[in-house]
C-alpha cells in the first residue's frame, strides 16, 4: 500500500503564490509518474501538471506558464509551485502516482485532497 500525503494548501488573493508538496511513502518499488489533479465544486477532476522520472513536464492549458511541477526522486515527493493565482484556480488539489508496488503490482495511489481557495 503506498500513501501519497499532501500539503501547502491554503487561502490566497489573485495574483499571489503557493506551493503544494507531496510526499509518498509504503511499499513502493518504483514510481513512474507523478502528478497533480484538481476538482472545483461540481465539475469533474482534471488534470494540471504530471512530471515522469525522467523529468518531462505536461501542464493544462490554464496553467501553462504560471505552474511550475518540480520532483524530488529520492524523497519520493512532487511538488507544485502555482503562481500568479487566479480565482479559477479554486479547487481541492489531489497528488498521484503511478508506478509499481514492491511486491511487483500495479500501483495508482491517489492523496486525499488539499484545499486552494483564491479569493479576487
Known amino acids: 500500500q503506498v500513501q501519497l500525503v499532501e500539503s501547502g494548501g491554503g487561502l490566497v488573493q489573485a495574483g499571489g503564490s503557493l506551493r503544494l508538496s507531496c510526499v509518498a511513502s509504503?511499499?513502493?518499488?518504483?514510481?513512474?509518474?507523478m502528478g497533480w489533479y484538481r476538482q472545483a465544486p461540481g465539475q469533474q477532476r482534471e488534470l494540471v501538471a504530471t512530471?515522469?522520472?525522467?523529468?518531462?513536464?505536461n501542464y493544462a492549458e490554464s496553467v501553462s506558464g504560471r505552474f511550475d511541477i518540480p520532483r524530488d526522486n529520492a524523497k519520493n515527493a512532487v511538488y507544485l509551485q502555482m503562481n500568479s493565482l487566479k480565482p479559477e484556480d479554486t479547487a481541492v488539489y489531489y497528488c498521484?502516482?503511478?508506478?509499481?508496488?514492491?511486491?511487483?503490482?500495479?500501483?495508482?495511489?491517489w492523496g486525499e485532497g488539499t484545499q486552494v481557495t483564491v479569493s479576487a
Open positions: 498521484n502516482s503511478v508506478g509499481l508496488n514492491s511486491d511487483y503490482s500495479s500501483m495508482r495511489a
Open positions: 509504503g511499499n513502493i518499488f518504483i514510481i513512474n509518474d
Open positions: 512530471i515522469s522520472t525522467g523529468g518531462g513536464r
